[in-house]
């Protein structure tokens, strides 16, 4: 693998690669409106932004903004399909295949073979080393306050520009981070977001496994969490994390960030872990409480989907089985007046 990226920009840019990011784009998105005006004229659409882009007069369209409200309120700012089949485009043709191989291996969000539930079987595997070998110890859990919206641009572009001596990619990436008239901050919304983010937390990745020697660690996107010994080890940490993102990546911890003893356990991607055990995280009961009223509340209206409870249910059914939570899913279950058309409990 070579340290950075060098004279690939053009040799990927062709038609028929931008189609391949076209039929990712348009994965579970055939219906919509956008989707289906992009493949009326699809080779000629195509054709059109492989031209513009390497005539250097490709520019990104307008967002659309809306905001959503779960888990938390955000703002979310949406492009129009063709930039997001270029987004595609630049990330698996780029990003995936040189600079993702340099992430450490303990770095969960947005990577294939990866996710919530191996960061969560991880750090419970490090749970019970640490367990094994100290007893109590202290576990320091941060996340970075406002992490998309306080990114640095120009330290972003700092960063890239170590992966890509590529000059025509370097050109292209600038594009992409540069996409609007603000200097901090970027959109939630966008595929080379999550990815950009990764990468610009991969400094501090390298910073805690390489600088400060730390052997227990796991992060996904901006919450990341680390096992020490003693409550004096993770203090220390504690100050030296939050001097390192303020001086080279321009980000603060959330407030909420702290050390505290190992007792306690450790909320993580959705899930109160345990050494010994694990449990849905608080947040999730009462969400599912609350949509088995919401679900129960239509079903004596008369106007129930079944086919998006069903949905729901599996999506959350398969949450909660990485946990110990048989009991509990029983209880939900048995709430639901229309229990009988819900899958059956394998």
Same mark, same amino acid.
């Given at each position: 693998?070579?340290?950075?990226?060098?004279?690939?920009?053009?040799?990927?840019?062709?038609?028929?690669?931008?189609?391949?990011?076209?039929?990712?784009?348009?994965?579970?998105?055939?219906?919509?409106?956008?989707?289906?005006?992009?493949?009326? &004229?699809?080779?000629?659409?195509?054709?059109?932004?492989? =031209?513009?882009?390497?005539?250097?007069?490709?520019?990104?369209?307008?967002?659309h903004d809306?905001?959503?409200?779960?888990?938390?309120?955000?703002?979310? %700012?949406?492009?129009?399909?063709?930039? %997001?089949?270029? /987004?595609?485009?630049?990330?698996?043709?780029?990003?995936?295949?040189?600079?993702?191989?340099?992430?450490?291996?303990?770095?969960?969000?947005?990577?294939d073979d990866?996710?919530?539930?191996?960061?969560?079987?991880?750090?419970?595997?490090? +749970? %019970?080393? +640490?367990?094994? /070998?100290?007893?109590?110890?202290?576990i320091?859990?941060?996340?970075?306050?406002? $992490?998309?919206?306080?990114?640095?641009?120009?330290?972003?572009?700092?960063?890239?520009?170590?992966?890509?001596?590529?000059?025509?990619? @370097?050109?292209?990436?600038?594009?992409?981070?540069?996409?609007?008239? #603000?200097?901090?901050?970027?959109?939630?919304?966008?595929?080379?977001?999550?990815?950009?983010?990764?990468?610009?937390?991969?400094?501090l990745? /390298?910073?805690?496994?390489?600088?400060?020697?730390?052997?227990?660690?796991?992060?996904?996107?901006?919450?990341?969490?680390?096992?020490?010994?003693?409550?004096? &080890?993770?203090k220390? @940490?504690? $100050?030296?994390?939050?001097? $390192?993102?303020?001086?080279?990546l321009?980000l603060?911890?959330?407030?909420?960030?702290?050390?505290?003893?190992?007792?306690?356990?450790?909320?993580?991607?959705?899930?109160?872990?345990?050494?010994?055990? %694990?449990?849905?995280?608080?947040?999730?009961?009462?969400?599912?409480?609350?949509?088995? =009223?919401?679900?129960?509340?239509?079903?004596?209206?008369?106007?129930?989907?079944?086919? /998006?409870?069903?949905?729901?249910?599996n #999506?959350?059914?398969?949450?909660?089985?990485?946990?110990? #939570?048989?009991? $509990?899913?029983?209880?939900?279950?048995?709430?639901?007046?229309?229990?009988?058309?819900?899958?059956?409990?394998e």
């Open positions: 693998m070579p340290k950075t990226i060098k004279n690939v920009f053009y040799d990927k840019l062709t038609v028929e690669r931008m189609y391949l990011a076209h039929q990712r784009a348009k994965k579970a998105k055939n219906s919509k409106l956008t989707v289906m005006k992009f493949e009326l &004229d699809l080779e000629t659409n195509l054709a059109n932004l492989v =031209k513009d882009i390497r005539e250097n007069k490709y520019r990104i369209g307008k967002y809306f905001t959503i409200y779960e888990p938390k309120e955000r703002l979310i %700012r949406a492009l129009p399909y063709r930039d %997001r089949v270029v /987004h595609q485009w630049y990330v698996h043709e780029f990003v995936k295949p040189y600079i993702a191989p340099k992430f450490i291996l303990q770095t969960y969000a947005c990577l990866r996710g919530t539930h191996k960061g969560v079987n991880q750090l419970q595997k490090y +749970m %019970r080393i +640490m367990k094994r /070998h100290y007893g109590n110890y202290y320091l859990k941060c996340d970075v306050r406002k $992490f998309f919206y306080t990114i640095d641009k120009d330290v972003l572009y700092c960063i890239m520009e170590k992966h890509i001596s590529d000059q025509a990619l @370097l050109r292209f990436t600038k594009c992409l981070i540069y996409d609007d008239c #603000s200097e901090i901050g970027i959109p939630i919304g966008n595929y080379t977001s999550q990815f950009f983010a990764n990468i610009y937390l991969n400094e990745d /390298h910073y805690i496994k390489e600088n400060k020697q730390i052997r227990y660690y796991v992060r996904y996107m901006d919450d990341f969490i680390i096992l020490c010994p003693t409550k004096v &080890d993770a220390k @940490l504690l $100050f030296e994390i939050e001097t $390192f993102l303020k001086e080279k321009k603060t911890l959330n407030p909420k960030s702290r050390y505290y003893p190992s007792a306690m356990g450790v909320t993580f991607c959705g899930y109160r872990i345990f050494e010994t055990h %694990r449990l849905l995280k608080k947040d999730s009961i009462k969400k599912i409480k609350r949509k088995a =009223k919401k679900w129960n509340l239509s079903y004596l209206n008369g106007t129930l989907s079944y086919t /998006h409870v069903n949905a729901c249910w #999506s959350w059914i398969a949450h909660a089985n990485h946990c110990n #939570s048989y009991f $509990f899913q029983k209880q939900i279950k048995n709430k639901c007046l229309f229990k009988e058309i819900l899958p059956k409990d």
